[in-house]
């Protein structure tokens, strides 16, 4: 079964992947025929390369070393892990052709194509949209947000079913906060069978936590008002029997 899905402010493409690249934790390069996971060991420059931290004895390092120009083709690839516990986890991915070279003691990676993977499709992004955004002002608290309000208000997550079509909640068995962004906070809803992701809007862009922290509120103040979704009270029923 769909979702029902209106259309809201979002981050664009190019801005899902610059969060994406600020926040990833590891990164996987392929090069010369070979692979290696790198974990906390790439930073981003403002305009857009990847700098990458590898030890002494990667091979990408000695085929940099080693490549005539000193620039030997790479991908790297960086997936969008969900930080709360739930099916389906790898929210997005992304993946970068381009060449690297040594540059003061790290690798300067320069993208010649970049394509972003998520639910929605598979998309190849600007090289100079990429270049020129900025990571959501939310990702790098995002995952601490998230895991808060899902372990410490599920009342709340609860609640704010109230604001989710009655069709879209047909037959969940669980709802999870999925993301958040400057934009609004998506749901995941679990059925026995496949899940969908639904989205609540704020009435503004948060550009801060605390800016955050009142849309919530909005949030919450608008579900209280609403009704509770039949499909949750029937299968609050059927739990308790």
């Not at 790198?38 to 990847?50: I, P, S």
């Not at 085929?63 to 690839?77: F, K, M, T, Y």
């Not at 068995?173 to 809803?189: E, F, N, Y």
């Amino acid at each position: 079964m769909g979702d029902r899905h209106a259309w809201t402010a979002a981050p664009s493409a190019a801005e899902c992947a610059r969060s994406l690249l600020a926040t990833a934790w590891s990164c996987a390069v392929t090069a010369q025929g070979g692979r290696e996971e790198y974990v906390g060991a790439h930073t981003v420059a403002a305009d857009g390369r990847v700098l990458l931290h590898v030890p002494e004895d990667s091979a990408l390092l000695a085929a940099a070393i080693c490549a005539p120009r000193g620039e030997p083709s790479a991908v790297l690839e960086f997936a969008d892990v969900a930080p709360v516990p739930l099916r389906n986890r790898i929210r997005a991915r992304l993946w970068l052709a381009g060449w690297c070279a040594p540059e003061d003691g790290q690798l300067a990676f320069r993208p010649t194509r970049a394509v972003l993977r998520r639910p929605s499709g598979t998309l190849v992004l600007d090289l100079d949209e990429l270049a020129d955004a900025r990571p959501d002002p939310l990702a790098t608290a995002e995952a601490r947000l998230l895991t808060h309000l899902a372990e410490a208000h599920p009342d709340a997550v609860e609640r704010l079913t109230r604001l989710v079509e009655p069709d879209s909640l047909h037959g969940a068995v669980c709802v999870q906060p999925l993301a958040v962004d400057r934009h609004g906070l998506t749901l995941r809803i679990e059925r026995a069978r496949g899940n969908g992701d639904v989205r609540l809007p704020f009435h503004a862009p948060a550009d801060d936590v605390s800016e955050l922290t009142e849309r919530m509120h909005v949030l919450l103040a608008q579900a209280s008002s609403a009704s509770c979704p039949r499909p949750l009270q029937r299968q609050r029923a059927d739990g308790d029997r």
